[in-house]
Nanobody, 124 residues
Framework: QVQLVESGGGLVQAGGSLRLSCAAS????????MGWFRQAPGKEREFVAG????????AYTDSVKGRISISRDNGKNTVYLHMTSLKIEDTAVYYC?????????????????WGQGTQVTVSS
């Protein structure tokens, strides 16, 4: 089992920045690729960003490229989502997830463990 706990969400004005953290415990963190997903009201949960086990490979959905980046610290068992130039449409609950693959998949079904989510609200 892997337990994931997200933090760092909150209310921010458009154009602002936030850093989300996801702390993992349980099994060896570096054995999992990690992903961040988000779910806005009335919408399906969507892939935002992913990072490979080593941190050497990342992937992003097109709508966040250039504004949001993912990183991980395997020594601290933590993955981060650095969000800048936030837009109102970034408002959602953000979830981190762990996949046993080497590289982070974009499909929700390929992730075995999920956190409880953290709310990000971007205001005008």
């Amino acid at each position: 089992q892997v337990q994931l706990v997200e933090s760092g969400g909150g209310l921010v004005q458009a154009g602002g920045s936030l850093r989300l953290s996801c702390a993992a415990s349980g099994r060896t963190f570096s054995n999992y690729a990690m992903g961040w997903f988000r779910q806005a009201p009335g919408k399906e949960r969507e892939f935002v960003a992913g990072i490979s086990r080593s941190g050497g490979s990342t992937a992003y959905t097109d709508s966040v490229k250039g504004r949001i980046s993912i990183s991980r610290d395997n020594g601290k068992n933590t993955v981060y989502l650095h969000m800048t130039s936030l837009k109102i449409e970034d408002t959602a609950v953000y979830y981190c997830a762990a996949s046993p693959g080497v590289f982070a998949p974009m499909k929700r079904s390929e992730y075995d463990y999920w956190g409880q989510g953290t709310q990000v609200t971007v205001s005008s």
